[in-house]
């Protein structure tokens, strides 16, 4: 079978990639494909995470191994992580500069006789010169036990650093 996927750019402008892949391909062989077909030279590191339906990051799949418990993108099937049910992982290159894409699974077809795979079906947009920023927010600003606000402290520097000390 042949996992068809949509690669889309998180950024304001549609910058899109509609990639076939054979399911079990390793996400090592999909990072490769959208790193060609973005035009990106490779030298940065990557991961993918898996997703939610909310795009909610997950469970990381890491490029290299780093030490830990870490799943790898050679050693992890398409079809391993990715079903009918289970659709959405994030891809995140050169993470100096966060580009960060969006992938969901379209369709699952059979293989075409005489198509080479992976295989580049459409292209839309252009990659910007640099990766779009990214806002980071916190889901809940009033998380508990978080750093306190309501410190009353006019003066800083009568305080005592042993007094202050946890």
Same mark, same amino acid.
């Given at each position: 079978? $042949?996992? !068809?996927?949509?690669? +889309? =750019?998180?950024?304001?402008?549609? $910058?899109f !990639?509609d990639i076939? +892949? =054979?399911?079990?391909?390793?996400l090592e062989?999909l990072?490769?494909? +959208?790193i060609?077909?973005?035009?990106?030279?490779?030298?940065e590191m990557?991961?993918?995470y898996?997703s939610?339906?909310?795009w909610?990051?997950?469970?990381e799949?890491?490029?290299?191994?780093?030490?830990?418990?870490?799943?790898?993108m050679n050693e992890?099937?398409?079809?391993s992580?990715?079903?009918e049910?289970?659709?959405?992982?994030?891809?995140?290159y050169?993470?100096?500069n966060?580009?960060t894409?969006?992938?969901e699974?379209g369709?699952?077809?059979?293989?075409?006789?005489?198509r080479d795979?992976p295989?580049?079906?459409?292209?839309?947009?252009?990659l910007?010169?640099?990766?779009p920023d990214?806002?980071?927010?916190?889901e809940?600003?009033?998380?508990?036990g978080?750093?306190d606000d309501?410190?009353?402290?006019?003066?800083?520097?009568n305080?005592s650093?042993?007094?202050?000390?946890?």
């Amino acid at each position: 079978m $042949v996992y !068809r996927f949509r690669v +889309i =750019l998180d950024a304001e402008e549609d $910058v899109f !990639r509609d990639i076939e +892949i =054979l399911q079990e391909s390793t996400l090592e062989d999909l990072h490769n494909t +959208i790193i060609q077909s973005f035009g990106f030279d490779g030298t940065e590191m990557a991961s993918f995470y898996l997703s939610d339906e909310d795009w909610n990051q997950g469970e990381e799949i890491s490029q290299f191994d780093m030490g830990g418990e870490v799943r790898l993108m050679n050693e992890t099937s398409l079809e391993s992580i990715l079903d009918e049910k289970n659709r959405k992982i994030i891809y995140v290159y050169d993470f100096l500069n966060m580009w960060t894409f969006l992938i969901e699974l379209g369709e699952i077809a059979e293989i075409e006789e005489g198509r080479d795979y992976p295989n580049l079906m459409f292209v839309h947009g252009q990659l910007p010169d640099s990766a779009p920023d990214k806002e980071f927010v916190a889901e809940d600003e009033n998380i508990p036990g978080e750093f306190d606000d309501d410190l009353d402290i006019d003066d800083y520097d009568n305080l005592s650093f042993d007094e202050n000390w946890n």
